[in-house]
């Protein structure tokens, strides 16, 4: 038996010719990925090529080395033997009968064929099988040539003649996937995650009946009757009547659970509106007792005009009981008296005003010394305040001091002569007429204490010396820190080129004396003219306007985005737009208390302005800033409204753009001190580190 008949060859069928044969052999025959008959093993000698032969053969298998590698599918890697391979004889019918070959397919081909016919383009070839009864047939091969690249699944080679031979995967197809044009899914991703679950009854039952050899008890046995007949539609109507009173208790659980939902919703606004009811009253009694303790005890110029508009509301109502009760002679009477209390009134806050003079004189000496002697404080690089002081903070220290000491009263006359004696160590390091009055007053108070002299009588004497030695510490010469906190600088011909003249008093005056409105074509009067005139004749009261500006401001400078306007308005413009404007009540509610009122964005995505605000109430206000479409809110009529307001307010107001436009891009031409806002007024309410910049002079601003 040869070695080509070690390889199982299929009797019929389509079968292709190996890749890398120098002849067509059936040695490359056919098989799926995995061979028909692999080998099991393999020693160094040789290895099998097929383990079944026939009994009669005689022939010599040639021993085969397994090839284990291809490149490309095309050449083998292993090693040619120097040997020539040597040539087989073909086999005659005579030979193949002499051999008797099994007629089992599987066991092998008798011989090579010969020939390759090619007829009407296929290729055929014959081959030589064994029977069963013992004699040979002929099986004609049909070749089918396909042009698809086999992978390479391995093989054998003859150590001797170094001929090799495949496995038969590389003689079928590969299996071919056809993509139709619906899309197809498995049945898992279609249907939900299914499982198998055992369960066990709890108990077990059976229907075996009484028969021959066998009898069960019928003890627990049940006759069951059949009741009457459902049909269809009966069954259905039923069915229908059970959902519907289902779905009468469903609706009635969910009406109950939305009446609960809106009860709890209703008990929680009352207690709301009690709390806000309340706080509004505390805050109105907080405000009302603050008011009150500002009109009994005046400080400020803010409290003065809150007195002078009191009397002036008095005085108002005085006037028209005088004017609906009484008339003629009697009329003229009670104008008189009420002119003569009208004057006492004013007699006595002009005392009042006297005594807060002095106090405020006084916290502002103490101010002033205390910034004087205030460290250098910034921010170091790991964000925390540093603090340094330097010899001018610790030599106004060491004023601030001595002048302390200096106002102490209730003192013995040891103590006294010490803080005298210090004080003129103090003052004698500089020589100047300012100094000699200070030592000759000194002098002559240790003089008088020496004699015996009453403290009641020295009370001039130390005011005097008080006086001269403060003025001492406001020179720059002896107290370099005062000179940053000098309004009036130590250079007077600088302001020359900022002095405007009064129409009310007819003095010269600084421009930081005037106080102008945005819609002002001149300078005007100075503020001590515009508030005698306001004490004598007007008597108005901006407080609750200058709160709602605050509240205004600070609501601005939240939503840090450049706003300007609104720190450029004064309380009168404020009092204009809130009066003239909106009427001074709520557009919503009518809402008329001021302190519950307040100016929000009407568009809040556009900068404050007289033209895009709108006056609401708080509680109003927090919800308008929640809209970012107002004109679909409220609706075409009530917008067409504002829209008019809004008209009414950029007409009056034309000038403001033009004026914040200036004053933020000529910051580098200011030459007069910085009023309190005029940081927020140039940076449009973002805080940033004031550079040493004036005003530009109010003849070009107007």
């Known amino acids: ?45 040789a290895a099998p090529v097929a383990a079944a032969e026939s009994a009669d053969d005689t022939v010599t298998e040639p021993e085969l080395a397994k090839v284990v590698s291809q490149d490309a599918h095309s050449e083998l890697t292993a ?40 007829e009407d383009g296929a290729a055929t070839m014959t081959v030589n099988v064994s029977k069963e009864d013992g004699s040979t047939g002929v099986v004609q091969v049909h070749i089918k040539q396909e042009l698809v690249s086999k992978p390479f699944v391995g093989g054998w080679r003859h150590k001797e003649s170094g001929k090799e031979y495949h496995n038969c995967y590389v003689q079928t197809l590969p299996k071919r996937y056809f993509v139709g044009d619906i899309p197809k899914n498995c049945r898992e991703t279609q249907t939900v995650t299914t499982k198998n679950v055992r369960c066990q009854t ?48 469903f609706r009635r659980w969910k009406a109950q659970k939305y009446v609960n939902s809106i009860r709890q919703d209703h008990v929680r606004r009352i207690e709301w509106e009690k709390k806000e009811e309340e706080r509004k009253r505390k805050e109105k009694e907080k405000r009302l007792k603050v008011e009150y303790q500002r009109r009994m005890q005046p400080l400020t110029k803010e409290d003065f005009d809150l ?65 004087c002697a205030a460290p250098k404080e910034w921010i170091g690089f790991d964000g925390m305040p540093t603090k340094m002081d330097t010899p001018y903070t610790m030599r106004a220290k060491d004023l ?37 009055d200070i030592v000759e007053l000194i002098d002559r108070e240790a003089d008088l204490l020496m004699r015996g002299t009453k403290e009641k009588n020295l009370e001039g004497l130390r005011q005097r010396i008080s006086s001269l030695f403060l003025q001492y510490i406001k020179t720059p010469l002896f107290n370099a820190e005062a000179a940053n906190l000098l309004r009036v600088p130590e250079d007077p011909s600088s302001l020359r080129k900022n002095i ?44 609750r306007y200058r709160s709602l500006l605050q509240s205004i401001r600070s609501a601005e400078e939240a939503y840090n985005d450049g706003s300007k306007i609104i720190f450029l308005l004064t309380e009168a413009d404020l009092r204009y737009l809130a009066e003239n404007i909106w009427g001074a009540q709520s557009v919503l509610s009518q809402w008329e208390d001021t302190y519950d009122l307040t100016l929000v964005r009407w568009n809040r995505r556009q900068e404050w302005s007289p033209w895009n605000c709108v006056l609401l109430t708080n509680e109003e206000a927090r919800a308008h800033s929640k809209l970012t479409k107002p004109e679909e809110a ?46 927020k007024v140039m940076y449009g309410g973002r805080k940033k580190e004031a550079e040493k910049v004036s005003l530009p002079p109010l003849t070009e601003a107007k």
Request: a negative charge; aromatic letters at 6%.
């Open 1 to 45: 038996m040869s070695e080509e008949q070690t390889v199982d060859q299929p009797t019929e069928g389509t079968v292709a010719p190996g890749s890398s044969e120098e002849a067509p052999q059936p040695e490359v025959a056919a098989g799926d990925a995995a061979p028909s008959s692999d080998p099991v093993e393999k020693t160094e000698e």
């Open 307 to 371: 007195v002078y508009h009191a009397l002036e509301l008095w005085r108002r109502e005085e006037i028209e009981n005088i004017n609906a009760t009484k008339s003629g002679p009697e009329r003229k009477a009670a104008l008189a008296g009420l002119m003569d209390e009208e004057t006492q009134l004013i007699a006595s806050i002009q005392r009042h005003k006297l005594v807060a003079k002095q106090e405020m004189g006084k916290k502002a000496k103490r101010k002033f010394l205390e910034k």
């Open 634 to 679: 409220y609706g075409p009529v009530f917008t067409q409204k504002i829209k008019y307001r809004h008209i009414l307010g950029k007409q009056y107001f034309s000038s403001m753009p033009k004026l914040a436009d200036y004053m933020s891009k000529n910051l580098t031409s200011i030459n007069m001190p910085l009023p309190s806002n005029a940081e």
């Open 500 to 543: 405007y003249y009064c129409r009310g008093c007819g003095n010269y005056l600084p421009s930081t004396d005037f106080e102008l409105t945005t819609n002002a074509r001149s300078i005007g009067r100075c503020r001590k003219c515009k508030n005698l005139d306001s004490e004598g004749r007007l008597r108005e009261d901006f407080s």
């Open 202 to 249: 709890t108990s077990d039952t059976s229907t075996q009946m009484t028969k021959t050899g066998c009898w069960v008890s019928d003890r627990q046995d049940k006759v069951i009757i059949p009741g009457q007949y459902v049909t269809a539609d009966e069954k259905f109507s039923y069915m229908l009547k059970q959902v519907i009173i289902l779905q009468s208790y």
């Open 400 to 436: 601030k001091m001595t002048y302390e000491s200096l106002e102490k009263r209730y003192l013995t006359r040891e103590e006294r002569l010490d803080i005298l004696l210090q004080l003129k160590l103090t003052v004698k390091e500089h020589d100047c007429k300012l100094t000699k």
């Open 79 to 118: 090693p040619i033997p120097d040997d020539p391979e040597p040539e087989l004889e073909p086999v005659t019918e005579d030979q193949e009968a002499n051999m008797g070959l099994s007629t089992d397919l599987s066991r092998g081909i008798v011989s090579p064929p010969a020939i390759i016919k090619q």
